[in-house]
Structures are given as structure tokens and as C-alpha cells.
């Protein structure tokens, strides 16, 4: 059983920069494909960054691209969301996501969830 437990949410300024970490159990980063989504209050959830289980293949949605980043470190079985330039538009929760099989900018598409973080950027 895979299991996702994210971490660094919080408080942030517009323009300032937060990092979220996904930390994994039950296999290992190079048997996932990872993916971050958020949801803000009133809104579908919406794809942030794709990771394949190779580690050498990224995706990101329109509205992070060039600002956010996704990477993992694979001694301490974690993603990372790295977020600069944040905007008010941000504010969300944040969640990471995991599948054996599909590497995929749909949430229908993985399997594993975490409980998510709120991420909240004032103006």
C-alpha cells in the first residue's frame, strides 16, 4: 500500500516562494509516477506538475509553469513542490498524488492520494 503524506503548506505573501514535500512509503519513487493538484474553495480540482517514475520527464499546468517545479529525492523517498513568484491565484489545497502505472495530468488517473496541504498567498 503506497502511502502520501505532504507537508510545508502555509501563509504566504504574493511573490514569495514555499516548498511542499511529499513524503512516500510502501515503494519506492522509481516505481511512481507523481503528480501535485490543488483545489481552491469552490473550484475542480486542477493539475499542477507530473513527474514520470523515471524521474526525467516533467509536466506542469499552464497557470505554474515557468514558476513551479517538481522534484524528488530519491534517498528520502520524497517529492518536492518548489513554488516561486507565488500569486493570491495560488491559494489552495495542495495535494500529492501517486499511481504504478500511468504518468498522467488527469487526477482519474492515480491511484494513491495524500490528505493534501492548504496553501494560502495574501496580496
Known amino acids: 500500500q503506497v502511502q502520501l503524506v505532504e507537508s510545508g503548506g502555509g501563509l504566504m505573501q504574493a511573490g514569495g516562494s514555499l516548498t511542499l514535500s511529499c513524503a512516500v512509503s510502501?515503494?519506492?519513487?522509481?516505481?511512481?509516477?507523481m503528480g501535485w493538484f490543488r483545489q481552491a474553495p469552490g473550484k475542480k480540482r486542477e493539475f499542477v506538475a507530473a513527474?514520470?517514475?523515471?524521474?526525467?520527464?516533467?509536466q506542469y499546468g499552464d497557470s505554474v509553469k515557468g514558476r513551479f517545479t517538481v522534484s524528488r529525492d530519491n534517498t528520502k523517498n520524497t517529492v518536492y513542490l518548489h513554488m516561486n513568484s507565488l500569486k493570491p491565484e495560488d491559494t489552495a489545497v495542495y495535494y500529492c498524488?501517486?499511481?504504478?502505472?500511468?504518468?498522467?495530468?488527469?487526477?482519474?488517473?492515480?491511484?494513491?492520494w495524500g490528505q493534501g496541504t492548504q496553501v494560502t498567498v495574501s496580496s
Open positions: 498524488a501517486a499511481d504504478l502505472v500511468r504518468y498522467s495530468i488527469l487526477e482519474d488517473n492515480y491511484e494513491y
Open positions: 510502501g515503494r519506492t519513487l522509481s516505481d511512481l509516477a
Open positions: 513527474l514520470k517514475w523515471s524521474g526525467d520527464d516533467t
